[in-house]
Protein backbone atom coordinates (compact mmCIF):
# COMPACT_ATOMS: atom_id res chain seq x y z
CA UNK A 1 0.00 0.00 0.00
CA UNK A 2 1.08 3.67 -0.96
CA UNK A 3 1.19 6.26 1.03
CA UNK A 4 -2.12 7.49 2.48
CA UNK A 5 -3.41 10.21 1.10
CA UNK A 6 -4.33 13.36 2.47
CA UNK A 7 -7.09 15.91 1.34
CA UNK A 8 -6.50 19.30 2.35
CA UNK A 9 -9.00 21.87 2.70
CA UNK A 10 -8.35 25.30 4.50
CA UNK A 11 -10.26 29.07 4.39
CA UNK A 12 -12.26 31.19 6.19
CA UNK A 13 -14.82 31.09 9.09
CA UNK A 14 -17.73 30.18 7.46
CA UNK A 15 -16.69 28.92 3.84
CA UNK A 16 -18.07 25.96 4.31
CA UNK A 17 -15.08 23.49 5.04
CA UNK A 18 -16.68 21.58 7.71
CA UNK A 19 -19.65 20.87 5.54
CA UNK A 20 -17.56 19.71 2.68
CA UNK A 21 -15.09 17.98 4.12
CA UNK A 22 -17.52 15.98 5.49
CA UNK A 23 -19.10 15.23 2.14
CA UNK A 24 -15.94 14.53 0.51
CA UNK A 25 -14.32 12.20 3.10
CA UNK A 26 -17.87 9.99 2.76
CA UNK A 27 -17.79 10.09 -1.12
CA UNK A 28 -14.20 8.88 -1.26
CA UNK A 29 -13.86 6.86 2.24
CA UNK A 30 -11.20 8.49 4.13
CA UNK A 31 -11.91 9.46 7.48
CA UNK A 32 -12.38 13.37 8.08
CA UNK A 33 -10.36 15.27 10.27
CA UNK A 34 -11.41 18.64 12.09
CA UNK A 35 -8.27 20.46 13.24
CA UNK A 36 -10.30 23.23 14.66
CA UNK A 37 -12.33 20.85 17.22
CA UNK A 38 -8.20 19.77 18.46
CA UNK A 39 -7.45 23.98 18.97
CA UNK A 40 -11.15 24.36 20.48
CA UNK A 41 -10.86 21.01 23.24
CA UNK A 42 -7.03 22.78 24.35
CA UNK A 43 -9.25 26.42 24.69
CA UNK A 44 -11.84 24.43 26.65
CA UNK A 45 -9.35 22.94 28.83
CA UNK A 46 -7.82 25.43 29.77
CA UNK A 47 -10.84 27.18 30.32
CA UNK A 48 -11.82 24.44 32.69
CA UNK A 49 -8.19 24.48 34.62
CA UNK A 50 -9.07 28.29 34.55
CA UNK A 51 -5.86 28.92 32.94
CA UNK A 52 -4.99 32.65 32.59
CA UNK A 53 -5.53 33.15 28.62
CA UNK A 54 -3.74 36.03 27.99
CA UNK A 55 -0.61 33.66 29.55
CA UNK A 56 0.96 31.88 27.26
CA UNK A 57 3.87 29.62 29.23
CA UNK A 58 0.44 28.57 31.43
CA UNK A 59 -1.41 27.66 27.69
CA UNK A 60 1.62 25.86 26.43
CA UNK A 61 2.30 23.91 30.10
CA UNK A 62 -1.61 22.81 29.69
CA UNK A 63 -0.53 21.66 26.03
CA UNK A 64 2.36 19.62 26.99
CA UNK A 65 0.76 18.09 30.58
CA UNK A 66 -2.98 16.76 28.69
CA UNK A 67 -3.65 12.99 28.27
CA UNK A 68 -4.89 12.66 24.87
CA UNK A 69 -5.28 9.80 22.51
CA UNK A 70 -6.76 10.12 18.93
CA UNK A 71 -9.73 7.63 18.05
CA UNK A 72 -11.35 7.00 14.78
CA UNK A 73 -15.36 7.04 15.25
CA UNK A 74 -17.17 5.89 12.17
CA UNK A 75 -15.01 7.99 10.13
CA UNK A 76 -14.35 10.84 12.54
CA UNK A 77 -11.09 10.76 13.65
CA UNK A 78 -11.42 12.75 17.39
CA UNK A 79 -9.03 13.82 20.22
CA UNK A 80 -9.99 12.45 23.25
CA UNK A 81 -8.85 14.35 26.20
CA UNK A 82 -8.50 12.01 29.74
CA UNK A 83 -10.84 9.77 28.16
CA UNK A 84 -13.75 12.53 26.67
CA UNK A 85 -14.66 14.15 23.60
CA UNK A 86 -16.34 17.46 24.75
CA UNK A 87 -18.30 17.99 21.72
CA UNK A 88 -20.78 20.53 23.06
CA UNK A 89 -18.33 22.58 25.18
CA UNK A 90 -16.01 23.32 21.93
CA UNK A 91 -18.94 24.69 20.60
CA UNK A 92 -19.77 27.37 23.05
CA UNK A 93 -19.84 31.22 22.72
CA UNK A 94 -17.20 31.18 25.53
CA UNK A 95 -14.74 28.51 23.97
CA UNK A 96 -14.73 29.96 20.27
CA UNK A 97 -13.84 33.28 21.77
CA UNK A 98 -10.69 32.37 23.63
CA UNK A 99 -9.93 29.41 20.54
CA UNK A 100 -7.57 31.88 18.28
CA UNK A 101 -5.88 33.12 21.35
CA UNK A 102 -4.90 29.36 22.18
CA UNK A 103 -4.16 28.91 18.64
CA UNK A 104 -1.71 31.16 18.22
CA UNK A 105 0.90 30.23 20.82
CA UNK A 106 3.65 28.84 19.01
CA UNK A 107 4.50 25.93 21.24
CA UNK A 108 0.62 24.76 20.69
CA UNK A 109 0.86 24.71 16.74
CA UNK A 110 3.84 22.80 17.09
CA UNK A 111 2.26 20.28 19.23
CA UNK A 112 -1.10 20.11 17.09
CA UNK A 113 0.92 19.60 13.54
CA UNK A 114 2.36 16.25 15.29
CA UNK A 115 -0.98 15.28 16.74
CA UNK A 116 -2.42 15.93 13.23
CA UNK A 117 0.07 14.42 11.30
CA UNK A 118 -0.13 11.54 13.74
CA UNK A 119 -3.62 10.82 11.81
CA UNK A 120 -2.27 9.68 8.81
CA UNK A 121 -2.10 6.27 11.04
CA UNK A 122 -6.21 5.95 10.32
CA UNK A 123 -5.23 5.87 6.58
CA UNK A 124 -6.54 8.42 3.66
CA UNK A 125 -7.99 11.75 5.09
CA UNK A 126 -10.14 14.75 4.38
CA UNK A 127 -7.97 17.15 6.84
CA UNK A 128 -9.88 20.71 7.48
CA UNK A 129 -8.28 23.83 9.31
CA UNK A 130 -6.04 26.93 8.33
CA UNK A 131 -3.28 26.22 8.21
CA UNK A 132 -3.25 22.35 6.71
CA UNK A 133 -2.12 22.77 2.87
CA UNK A 134 0.74 25.18 4.25
CA UNK A 135 2.24 24.28 7.43
CA UNK A 136 0.97 20.61 8.27
CA UNK A 137 0.53 18.71 4.82
CA UNK A 138 2.30 20.91 3.05
CA UNK A 139 3.74 18.04 -0.06
CA UNK A 140 0.16 17.15 -0.26
CA UNK A 141 -0.92 16.97 -3.97
CA UNK A 142 -4.86 17.75 -3.08
CA UNK A 143 -5.04 20.90 -1.58
CA UNK A 144 -8.49 23.30 -1.72
CA UNK A 145 -8.91 26.66 -0.31
CA UNK A 146 -12.25 27.41 0.16
CA UNK A 147 -13.91 31.54 0.52
CA UNK A 148 -16.90 33.15 0.06
CA UNK A 149 -17.85 36.80 0.77
CA UNK A 150 -18.21 37.95 3.97
CA UNK A 151 -22.07 38.78 3.63
CA UNK A 152 -22.38 34.79 2.60
CA UNK A 153 -20.40 33.67 5.17
CA UNK A 154 -22.22 35.83 8.23
CA UNK A 155 -25.66 34.27 6.38
CA UNK A 156 -24.62 30.72 7.00
CA UNK A 157 -23.39 31.51 10.70
CA UNK A 158 -26.78 33.52 11.33
CA UNK A 159 -28.76 30.11 9.81
CA UNK A 160 -26.75 27.98 12.04
CA UNK A 161 -28.00 29.80 14.75
CA UNK A 162 -24.28 31.12 15.81
CA UNK A 163 -23.62 35.79 16.40
CA UNK A 164 -20.10 35.29 15.52
CA UNK A 165 -17.86 38.82 15.03
CA UNK A 166 -16.41 36.45 11.66
CA UNK A 167 -14.10 39.37 10.31
CA UNK A 168 -12.10 40.01 13.56
CA UNK A 169 -11.91 36.23 13.52
CA UNK A 170 -10.31 36.36 10.33
CA UNK A 171 -8.04 38.62 10.61
CA UNK A 172 -6.94 36.87 14.11
CA UNK A 173 -6.50 33.68 12.18
CA UNK A 174 -4.80 36.07 9.25
CA UNK A 175 -2.45 38.04 10.99
CA UNK A 176 -0.86 35.65 13.99
CA UNK A 177 2.71 35.10 13.32
CA UNK A 178 3.15 31.28 13.72
CA UNK A 179 1.11 29.23 10.49
CA UNK A 180 -1.78 31.84 9.85
CA UNK A 181 -4.17 31.58 7.37
CA UNK A 182 -3.16 31.58 3.77
CA UNK A 183 -4.31 30.42 0.45
CA UNK A 184 -1.18 27.13 0.28
CA UNK A 185 0.95 27.02 -2.35
CA UNK A 186 -0.78 24.56 -5.05
CA UNK A 187 -4.20 24.99 -4.11
CA UNK A 188 -7.24 24.60 -5.87
CA UNK A 189 -9.22 28.22 -4.50
CA UNK A 190 -12.88 27.75 -4.60
CA UNK A 191 -15.23 30.57 -3.74
CA UNK A 192 -18.17 29.35 -2.62
CA UNK A 193 -20.82 32.48 -2.14
CA UNK A 194 -23.14 31.18 -5.25
CA UNK A 195 -22.66 27.42 -5.06
CA UNK A 196 -24.31 24.81 -2.92
CA UNK A 197 -22.59 22.65 -0.79
CA UNK A 198 -23.40 20.03 -3.03
CA UNK A 199 -22.04 21.86 -5.97
CA UNK A 200 -18.58 22.26 -3.99
CA UNK A 201 -17.83 18.94 -2.53
CA UNK A 202 -18.86 17.78 -6.63
CA UNK A 203 -15.97 19.80 -7.46
CA UNK A 204 -13.52 18.86 -5.03
CA UNK A 205 -14.11 15.43 -5.52
CA UNK A 206 -13.95 15.77 -9.22
CA UNK A 207 -10.40 17.38 -9.07
CA UNK A 208 -9.19 14.72 -6.83
CA UNK A 209 -10.79 11.72 -9.17
CA UNK A 210 -8.84 13.34 -12.01
CA UNK A 211 -5.41 13.52 -10.17
CA UNK A 212 -5.89 10.05 -9.19
CA UNK A 213 -6.69 8.93 -12.95
CA UNK A 214 -9.98 7.68 -12.10
CA UNK A 215 -12.16 10.32 -13.46
O1 LIG B 1 -12.57 25.96 12.21
P1 LIG B 1 -12.96 26.44 13.61
O2 LIG B 1 -13.88 27.60 13.61
O3 LIG B 1 -13.46 25.34 14.49
O4 LIG B 1 -11.58 26.95 14.24
C1 LIG B 1 -11.50 27.42 15.55
C2 LIG B 1 -10.30 28.35 15.69
O5 LIG B 1 -9.10 27.58 15.59
C3 LIG B 1 -10.20 29.48 14.67
O6 LIG B 1 -9.87 30.69 15.31
C4 LIG B 1 -9.06 29.07 13.79
C5 LIG B 1 -8.24 28.17 14.64
N1 LIG B 1 -7.63 27.11 13.84
C6 LIG B 1 -6.32 27.26 13.49
O7 LIG B 1 -5.70 28.24 13.86
N2 LIG B 1 -5.71 26.28 12.78
C7 LIG B 1 -6.38 25.21 12.37
N3 LIG B 1 -5.74 24.27 11.64
C8 LIG B 1 -7.75 25.05 12.70
C9 LIG B 1 -8.35 26.04 13.43
Same mark, same amino acid.
Given at each position: ???????????????????????????????? +??????? *???????????????????????? *??? $??????????? *???????????????? $???????? +???????????????? /???? =???? +?? /???????? +?????? =??FYLDASL?? *?????????????????????????????????????????????? /?????????????????
Open positions: MGKPIVITLDGTSASGKSTNAKRVAKALGYSY +VDTGAMY *RSLAWYCLNKEVDIDDEKAIASMC *RSW $KTELKNEEGHI *RLYIDGYFPSKEIRTA $KTSAVTPL +VAAVPSVRKWMKAKQR /ECIE =FGNL +VM /EGRDIGSN +VFPDSD =FKDE *RLKRRVADGVNENLAARDKQDSQRSTAPLVIPLGAIVINNSDMTAE /ETSALIIKEVRTKLGEA
